[in-house]
C-alpha cells in the first residue's frame, strides 16, 4: 500500500483479478474467498476465529496488504479481518495484524513477479509449507481430522458438518484426489481483489447549513430547552451524515478508506468511540486508526438473507500505534462497528 500522505486517506475498489493475484505469495489485498495468510506461522486458531457473541466460527471477510515504511520488522504486514455470517447472529467482529521482516521463513527476498506463473493445474492447497493444515470450508487453521480418511482437515465441528453434508459423505473413501475437488460450501464471500487509489484532496467541504431543522408540533408540547437540545442534536446528526455522503460522493464505489493516524469518517453522530472505548495494545501502546470499512462491500459481498443479515455502516479497524511484534504470529487488534439504523 502507498505511503499515506499527511491528511490523504487511500481508497480501496473491488475488482476481479486471476486467482493467482490472490494468493499469499502476491501479498494481495482482497475480498472474501479464503485467507491468502502471510505468516504461515501462529495462525489465529479455531477458539480465537470464533464469534465471541454466537460461538459460530467466523468468515474471512478482507485483508489488507499494509506494510510500514521503515520498519525493517514489518517489511511484510497483513491485516485480516473476519465476521460472523450465521443467522439469527450476524454480528461478531474480528481483526488481526501480521508482520514479517524482508528475511523471513515464507517468501522470498525479490519481489513477486508481475506475470501469472505456468499453469500447473495444481488442487487448492489447504496445507502451507510451515505444515499448518487449513479448514476444507474456511481456509482457516483446521486442526480437526475426518475420522474416516484422516485427510480433510477443519476448523470446527460445523464446518466439518457442512462439508460432510457437501459431499465429503460420498469422497471419504475416494481420498486420492481429495482437494482436486472442493464443493461450494456457500460458506464463502465472493471473492475480489482490492485496488487502492489515492483520494484526491480536492474534495469540496461540506457547506455549512445555517437552517435550523422544522419543529412539528406545538411549542407548549416540550419545553423550550429541550427543544433547543433536539433541534441542536439533528442539525449536527445531519451535519455528521451530509459530510460521509459528501465524501463518499466523488467515489461511490469505495469499499474502504486506509488512513493510518488518520480520523475516520462517520456515517452517524450516534455510537461514535471516545478514546477510552478503544482499548490499548496488549503491549501498553494506544491504538490508533488505520482503516475503515464502507457499506458499499456489502453489495460485493452478498450477504442479504431474508431476516437477519451481515450490516454495518462503518467498520473502524484500530492498531497499535506501534505495531508491536509479537513473534510472527497474528495479533488481535480492534473493530469499532457503528450501525446505519439512525441515521437521518
Known amino acids: 500500500m502507498a505511503t499515506v500522505r499527511a491528511g490523504a486517506a487511500e481508497l480501496g475498489f473491488a475488482e476481479t483479478a486471476p486467482a493467482w493475484r490472490l494468493r499469499s505469495e502476491q501479498f494481495p489485498s482482497k475480498v472474501g474467498g479464503r485467507p491468502a495468510w502471510l ?19 467466523q468468515a474471512f471477510v478482507l485483508q489488507l496488504y499494509a506494510p510500514l515504511p521503515g520498519r525493517a520488522d514489518a517489511f511484510h504486514r497483513g491485516l485480516f479481518l473476519f465476521c460472523c455470517r450465521t443467522p439469527p447472529c450476524c454480528g461478531g467482529l474480528r481483526v488481526f495484524r501480521n508482520q514479517l521482516p524482508r528475511k523471513n521463513d515464507f517468501y522470498s527476498h525479490e519481489p513477486p513477479s508481475d506475470d501469472p506463473p505456468p499453469e500447473t493445474g495444481e488442487s487448492l492447497c489447504l496445507q502451507l509449507r510451515s505444515g499448518a493444515h487449513l479448514c476444507r470450508v474456511c481456509g482457516c487453521l483446521g486442526p480437526k481430522t475426518c475420522s474416516g480418511c484422516h485427510r480433510a482437515h477443519y476448523c470446527s465441528k460445523e464446518h466439518q458438518t457442512l462439508d460432510w453434508r457437501s459431499g465429503h459423505k460420498q469422497a471419504c473413501r475416494q481420498s486420492d484426489h481429495l482437494n482436486s475437488v472442493v464443493p461450494d460450501h456457500n460458506f464463502l464471500f465472493p471473492e475480489f481483489e482490492i485496488v487502492i487509489e489515492t483520494e484526491d484532496e480536492s474534495t469540496p467541504e461540506v457547506s ?18 429541550e427543544l433547543d437540545s433536539m433541534a441542536k442534536h439533528e442539525s449536527k446528526e445531519d451535519k455528521i451524515f451530509q459530510e460521509f455522503k459528501t465524501k463518499v460522493a466523488l467515489e461511490p464505489e469505495q469499499i474502504l478508506r486506509y488512513g493510518r493516524g488518520l480520523a475516520p469518517i462517520w456515517i452517524s453522530g450516534e455510537n461514535i468511540p471516545r478514546e477510552e472505548d478503544i482499548p490499548d495494545c496488549p503491549c501498553g501502546a494506544k491504538r490508533i486508526f488505520e482503516f475503515q470499512v464502507m457499506p458499499q462491500l456489502l453489495n460485493y459481498l452478498k450477504a442479504d438473507r431474508l431476516g437477519r443479515s451481515v450490516d454495518w455502516g462503518v467498520l473502524a479497524i484500530f492498531t497499535c500505534a506501534e505495531s508491536c511484534s509479537l513473534g510472527t504470529g497474528y495479533t488481535e487488534e480492534f473493530v469499532w462497528k457503528q450501525d446505519v439504523t439512525d441515521t437521518p
Do not use: F, V
Not at 505468516?39 to 466460527?57: D, S, V, W, Y
Not at 447549513?209 to 430547552?225: L, R, V
Open 39 to 57: 505468516g504461515e506461522a501462529g495462525l489465529p486458531g479455531p477458539a480465537e476465529l470464533a464469534c465471541a457473541l454466537c460461538g459460530r466460527p
Open 208 to 225: 455549512e447549513k445555517e437552517d435550523e431543522p422544522e419543529i412539528i408540533g406545538s411549542m407548549g408540547e416540550a419545553p423550550e430547552e
